[in-house]
């Protein structure tokens, strides 16, 4: 005896390029049951990661399952029959309710009928002293209260009428769209169990479907007057797999499944000497037939002495757990579990936030005058050691309201640092002026001194403290008779690798510093040097 089982998707975990769909529904048993279906799963299902089993305490053994492929025509033609009854019993509902309507209007309109017999009797007393003005006073009170009594009762009638015509209209385009629908195939899973005696449990199916992928988003917008950065972290689901997901618990997962439990095989490196350029073809035909390798395998290959740590075998290895808390994280494969929402098989991109946080941030201009006046805002983020893994994904960056352009977040570690760059600031101005550029002419063992100086004045123009990096450059020697000094700086720093000049400041609210930083160029009279073109 077979029993289908109705059943309902209760969560799904979303991978890059596939899902895993868990379905549960109830049984209840009558003790002769020896399969057990479930029907119109989508056909992008995979056969082999069919998975069931019973919960509760209840014992039910499940001897086996199987799966087969089907088209619809048997469930369109169960649902036509479905749609055809409920028809009908919408009918015999509106028949009842149009007797009812009919009813109320005979029992109003003899009221009316009676109001106007007894009027017109009243007509006929010859004189007013013979009228009793209580009983006319009753009558009229009756009449008033049965009048409106019926008339409610219509109006009733009359809204649960229309809600009737408006179902049954539903059901009748309902039934014309299944006649014309075309038979769809589909899979059904079948579970055998050994016959047990009456009882009910709890059946949970678990299987992957394709057609089915996620990816990280983010909205960064930064706070400048509380130095925080609200981080919303969201996901792009989509899938046609073929069936919706409505009202569900979802997962999102790093992990790939798909890529089996066996680590890739090592094929021999093999090195040889490069052949004659007349032999090239007869080399190439060796390497089609496969006696000799394809150098491209040699190129890929890893280092000598390198141990292949391939992903397909961590990934292998590991299981995730999802907690309570807003990501679990095992191995390298992150999980996020987001709360529960619909997304249909439309293959349309449907957002969902994983969780909204402000996050502590160090903002920071930095400025080089050579090329722009202006500075740029760069802020360090710390990810908390609490936070949750922020996965590689494109980011709109925000300036308070303002859209600052795009970006892209690498990997991001609990406890990691990350720089975000969020464009030009007006807020700061910077003057750059060359104040000296003297050559002297008192020429000492034959040698050019050229003198070059700058003055820079920043002013921040902002209402709040401002930290700033300027850099400045002096020219780099590429001739060991030409020779660059830094003779003079204001405030007093090193020059660095290629010639770098670097301050930190500290900018304090609408104020000005300025610096200023003097070099010489030296190198013999008859070079002439380029590059100097300042």
């Known amino acids: 005896m077979s029993k289908t089982v109705d059943t309902r998707i209760s969560e799904v975990t979303v991978y890059d390029d596939q899902a895993l769909v868990t379905r549960r529904g109830v049984v209840q048993l009558i003790g002769e049951e020896q399969e057990l279906v479930i029907t119109q799963l989508p056909v992008t299902l995979l056969r082999e990661s069919v998975r069931v089993r019973s919960l509760g305490t209840v014992a039910v053994r499940l001897v086996g399952v199987h799966t087969e492929r089907t088209d619809a ?27 009812q309507l009919t009813l109320y209007n005979l029992q109003r309109n003899f009221v009316k009928t009676l109001s106007s017999q007894y009027l017109e009797r009243l007509g006929r007393f010859p004189s007013p002293d013979q009228l009793n003005l209580n009983e006319i006073r009753e009558l009229l009170d009756f009449v008033g209260q049965q009048y409106n009594q019926y008339s409610k009762a219509i109006a009733t009638s009359e809204k649960e009428q229309q809600k009737l015509d408006q179902k049954l209209q539903a059901l009748r385009q309902q039934l014309q769209s299944l006649s014309t629908l075309r038979p769809q195939e589909s899979f059904r899973i079948i579970i055998s169990l050994e016959p047990s005696t009456t ?37 792009e689901v989509k899938q046609s797999s073929g069936e919706d997901w409505l009202d569900t618990a979802f997962t999102l997962s790093t992990a790939k499944p798909g890529l089996g439990s066996l680590p890739p095989k090592l094929n021999p490196w093999y090195i040889d000497v490069q052949a004659p ?61 987001v709360s529960s929402g619909s997304i249909p098989s439309d293959n349309t991109a449907h957002k969902t936030t994983i969780f909204n946080a402000d996050y502590p941030c160090r903002a920071q201009y930095i400025a080089m ?28 960056i925000f300036r308070g309201n303002t ?13 990691q640092e990350f720089k975000l760059n969020l464009g030009i600031d007006e807020g700061l101005k910077i003057d ?16 050019k001194h050229t003198t070059y100086a700058y003055r820079l004045v920043i002013t921040n123009l902002r209402e709040q403290t401002a930290e700033l ?63 100097l073109d300042i």
């Not at 749609?83 to 015999?92: N, P």
């Not at 496969?290 to 740590?309: K, V």
């Not at 990810?383 to 980011?395: M, R, Y």
């Open 73 to 99: 025509t048997e469930a369109v033609t169960q649902e036509i029959a479905e749609r055809s009854e409920e028809i009908e019993q919408v009918e015999e509902q509106k028949r009842a309710c149009q007797d």
């Open 199 to 235: 009882q009910e449990f709890e059946l949970e199916v678990s299987y992957v479907v394709r057609q089915a992928s996620w990816v990280p988003l983010y909205d960064l917008r930064l706070n400048a007057t509380d130095e925080k950065m609200n981080i919303c972290y969201l996901a």
């Open 277 to 337: 350029s007349h032999a090239g073809q007869r080399a190439n035909a060796i390497t089609e037939s496969g006696n000799l390798p394809p150098r491209s395998l040699a190129i890929t290959m890893p280092y000598p002495g390198m141990t292949p740590e391939p992903e397909a075998l961590r990934d292998s290895e590991l299981h995730t757990a999802v907690e309570q808390i807003a990501e679990s994280k095992q191995g390298g494969i992150v999980t996020l579990k």
């Open 369 to 396: 005058p050579q090329l722009d006046s202006l500075a740029y805002l760069q802020t360090t983020i710390t990810n908390p050691l609490s936070g949750v893994t922020l996965l590689p994904g494109q980011a709109n």
């Open 403 to 415: 859209f600052i352009g795009t970006t892209s977040l690498e990997n991001i570690a609990p406890g």
């Open 432 to 447: 750059r002026v060359l104040v000296e550029r003297q050559v002297d002419k008192t020429l000492i063992a034959n040698q």
């Open 469 to 531: 990096v300027l850099i400045e450059q002096l020219p780099v020697s590429r001739n060991e008779q030409i020779k660059v000094s830094l003779t003079r700086t204001n405030p007093q720093i090193q020059i660095g690798e290629m010639g770098r000049l670097e301050w930190s400041l500290t900018l304090p609210p609408l104020s000005k510093q300025e610096l200023y930083y003097q070099f010489t160029v030296e190198h013999p009279v008859e070079l002439t040097v380029v590059g």
